[in-house]
């Protein structure tokens, strides 16, 4: 019912910058939150950031001050801007939409790679 497409990524040098973006299809409804998850090899998938429908924002705490993440509802899209990157934030990049009410659903991209070098 919902498709995630996501656009953006690659290699990067320690320092450097990338922008992500998701754009969410088909029949979300209400009541939902967008945001990004990322998961490096041998790793557990770990949240990254996230935005609701009123415009409020959760950042994993270590990536506060470096990662922004904004959002259109009108267009169903989220982006994440990540500036000062680290090899430590190499891994792929998932978006995810997320319903907490009923009905409630989970919906992953098919995920990104975001490579930083040392």
């Known amino acids: 019912q919902v498709q995630l497409a996501e656009s953006g990524g690659g290699l990067v040098q320690t320092g450097g910058s990338l922008s992500l973006s998701c754009v969410a299809s088909?029949?979300?409804?209400?009541?939902?939150?967008m945001g990004w998850f990322r998961q490096a090899p041998g790793k557990e998938r770990e949240f990254v950031a996230a935005?609701?429908?009123?415009?409020?924002?959760h950042y994993r705490d270590s990536l506060k001050g470096r990662f922004t993440i904004s959002g259109n509802n009108a267009k169903s899209t989220v982006d994440l801007q990540m500036n000062d990157l680290k090899p430590e934030d190499t891994a792929v990049y998932y978006c995810?939409?997320?319903?907490?009410?009923?009905?409630?659903?989970?919906?992953w991209g098919q995920g990104i790679q975001v490579t930083v070098s040392s």
């Open positions: 995810n939409i997320r319903r907490k009410v009923t009905p409630t659903f989970t919906a």
């Open positions: 935005i609701n429908l009123s415009g409020s924002t």
């Open positions: 088909g029949r979300a409804g209400g009541a939902y939150t």
